[in-house]
């Protein structure tokens, strides 16, 4: 049977490292992404990693009990944006120390949901539920170390399938023929917010590196649903599942 959890993930420092960065300074993502997210659920369940992956060209085992999972993520904050601070530290490599500059986001915290099959991940739910993990997760640096409260089984949980003048609390993930402009039913005494993202949704099996998706994170209200996919009601307003 499918049942819709949430919780929040917190941590005093945060850091999703971008691949597209040189060797020298590194940038991080604003939103922890879904990736990362099955990562941190196979943490909690003592699944391997990459560190236990003994045959390169297969993926992860976290990655292949969790790859179908559904999820949703709104950044606890009130614009999206979480305060970052560049850090200088040494990095030695075969006797050679270079400078190196490092984005770090300051206290990240994210409300999570998760569309779950309560017989096949019962364990994983009373896990979360009881706070208990194998290994330590944690917010994208093993130093990093991250918790998670306020657990919730929702009682409400359907498809929107139409639905007018509502908010999203979660990111979205953004349709191709979205338009800012033509999205929103404004009142002249709101003040909207838009942040666009673009971060990683899932694995490319061939090239072993991520697949990218845009996504939103709005406080807009929507005239309708339409050209807006997997929107779900839950007992704390509307997600977008993905």
């Not at 915290?109 to 739910?125: H, M, P, W």
């Not at 800012?180 to 090239?207: A, C, H, Q, W």
Request: contains cysteine.
């Amino acid at each position: 049977m499918k049942q819709l959890i949430s919780f929040t993930i917190k941590a005093e420092f945060g850091m999703f490292k971008k691949p597209d960065i040189n060797d020298k300074i590194f940038v991080s993502y604003n939103i922890i992404h879904k990736p990362y997210i099955l990562g941190i659920m196979g943490a909690i369940m003592g699944y391997g990693g990459y560190a236990q992956n003994i045959d390169t060209s297969k993926m992860p085992q976290y990655y292949d009990k969790f790859k179908d999972m559904q999820i949703a993520i709104s950044p606890i904050n009130e614009s999206g944006i979480f305060k970052k601070e560049f850090i200088i530290f040494n990095n030695t490599t075969n006797g050679t120390t270079s400078n190196i500059t490092e984005q770090t986001l300051i206290k990240p915290s994210y409300r999570i949901y998760l569309e779950l099959d309560s017989k096949k991940e019962g364990e994983l739910i009373l896990r979360l539920k009881n706070r208990e993990a194998v290994y330590l997760p944690y917010m994208g640096k093993n130093e990093f170390s991250l918790w998670w409260e306020d657990f919730k089984t929702h009682e409400k949980f359907e498809k929107v399938d139409l639905k007018e003048k509502f908010q999203v609390k979660t990111i979205i993930k953004k349709p191709k023929k979205f338009v800012v402009k033509n999205s929103g039913y404004k009142e002249r005494t709101t003040n909207y917010f838009y942040l666009f993202e673009r971060l990683p949704i899932d694995f490319d099996m061939e090239l072993k590196q991520y697949k990218y998706h845009d996504f939103l994170y709005t406080n807009a209200v929507f005239k309708n649903s339409n050209g807006l996919e997997n929107l779900y009601e839950c007992d704390e307003g509307v997600i977008c599942l993905f």
